[in-house]
């Protein structure tokens, strides 16, 4: 993937893109404002959320046992995988051993992160989405662009050429006719999924939460294709993050009220879906969890970027970012785009690996927005800040970045009241200069130039270089502070 400034200008020249984001994320946000001011509490239940996530965390090795031994308890068989690699190599070997080349997936993140559906096709299993959105993205053989509405960036009348294209060659053909009326393009996926369903004998799923005490996966979701995965297949494997475990069902009643206000804009979920082992008879005869560290232990190693292991993925600062509505998740790079994105990928796969990863931590303004949304109050801004000055730190050797080569001529040039004095001087003649030359004309009547030519362009390509003041501080000072 390209960095993130290269991706975002691509993006940025799609107009159609850009309304499909402004109309979807300005219509989340409105509802969630809406249901947000309902709660009195809201600031408190915000604070508690923090809490539980942090206290967990600082005791998550206990927390992990204590799950392990209330899974086994109660019949399930528990996997420990520390990359992506050994997670998909475990779900294959259980499709292997079962003789099973097709399963079907409720939308889970961490399987997308460690990239499973490509991994079983490898080994010869497909892999289908049964998520409304993802089952979009799916037969459109394109990538999520948001956490909780992957297909946020099609249209309706994209979303039904998706479907003529592309549901023939994945089982059941989309009806003659179809229209892009979303109730005809949701019973045209109804009918395509329930085949799948009803032949799938194994299923994967994630978890948004994971009970030690009890043993207990949850899932909440809105159309209910998750509950069908969850229940009817013989074989259930669930991926799911370390970082999702929390001690208490009392835990879990916090987040069940922070969730779903801010990701949907709902009071509550219409399905929340919790499973335990298993039952003789009911549902899945054969139970396997997968507990995925892929990095989650080295983002609980950073004292300041462990605070995006609290996120419950509800998507809440993507909505209200400036620079996500803009660009979308594509220009990412990963399954976790927006600003938690820009803080977790860096913090899962640490700095300094790729350009892609690195450039991550820049693409946000700092308006502090996201932090204002977040229900477990992960401070972004703060993160991002942090993240920033571990990439400068990794490019400390080598040949020197043209940023880092302006920034100690600056410190350079400011260290010293005299050759502060003598830059003075030539900022005064820059005013003329700019003054005399600068066609724009900004609030205020300052002149300004709109753009220089290169390598003055790298700056003057999206700002305006305004006239500096005709005379500095010192010099007015020096005058007896009359203009």
Partial sequence: MPAFPEAARKALADTQLRRNLAHATGTIRAKREAVVGEVAEWEELRLAGAAIKDNTLRRLDEHLLTLEASLQARGATVHWARDAAEACEIVARIAHGHGIDEVVKVKSMATQEI?????????????????????????????????????????????????????????RPAPPGLSDEPAELAAAARLH??????????????????????????????????????????????????????????????????????????????????????????????????LLDNGRT??????????????????ACLNVCPVYERTGGHAYGSVYPGPIGAILNPLLKGVGVDEQTDSLPYASTLCGACFE????????????????????DAHREGVPKPEAVAMKSAAW????ARRLGLAERGLGVANRALTRFGRRVLPGGRRALGRLPWPGSLWTNARDLPAPPRESFRAWWRKGGRP
Avoid at 304 to 314: E, K, P, T
């Fill in 115 to 171: 990239g499973l559906n490509e991994a079983l096709a490898a080994h010869g299993v497909t892999a289908w989405e049964t998520d409304l959105a993802e089952l979009i993205v799916q037969l459109g053989d394109d990538l999520p662009s948001h956490i909780l509405v992957p297909a946020i960036h099609r249209n309706r009348a994209e979303i039904r050429e998706v479907f003529r294209r592309g549901m023939a060659d994945a089982g």
């Fill in 193 to 290: 999924l329930r085949e799948k369903f009803l032949r799938a004998r194994m299923a994967v799923s994630g978890a948004n939460f994971a009970v030690a005490e009890s043993g207990t996966l949850v899932v909440v979701e809105s159309e209910g294709n998750g509950r069908m995965c969850l229940t009817l297949p013989e074989v259930l494997v669930s991926v799911v993050g370390i970082e999702k475990v929390v001690p208490t069902f009392a835990d879990l009643d916090v987040f069940l009220q922070l969730l779903p206000r801010s990701s949907t804009g709902e009071r509550m979920n219409p399905y929340t879906s919790t499973w335990s082992g298993v039952t003789p008879g009911d549902g899945p005869q054969e139970m396997h969890v997968v």
């Fill in 373 to 392: 949304a977040c229900p477990v109050r992960i401070d972004i801004p703060e993160v991002l800040v942090h993240l920033r000055a571990k990439v400068v």
């Fill in 298 to 315: 080295r983002a609980l190693a950073d004292e300041v970027g462990r605070q995006a292991l609290r996120c419950i993925r509800c998507s």
């Fill in 413 to 416: 040039l400011l260290s010293d």
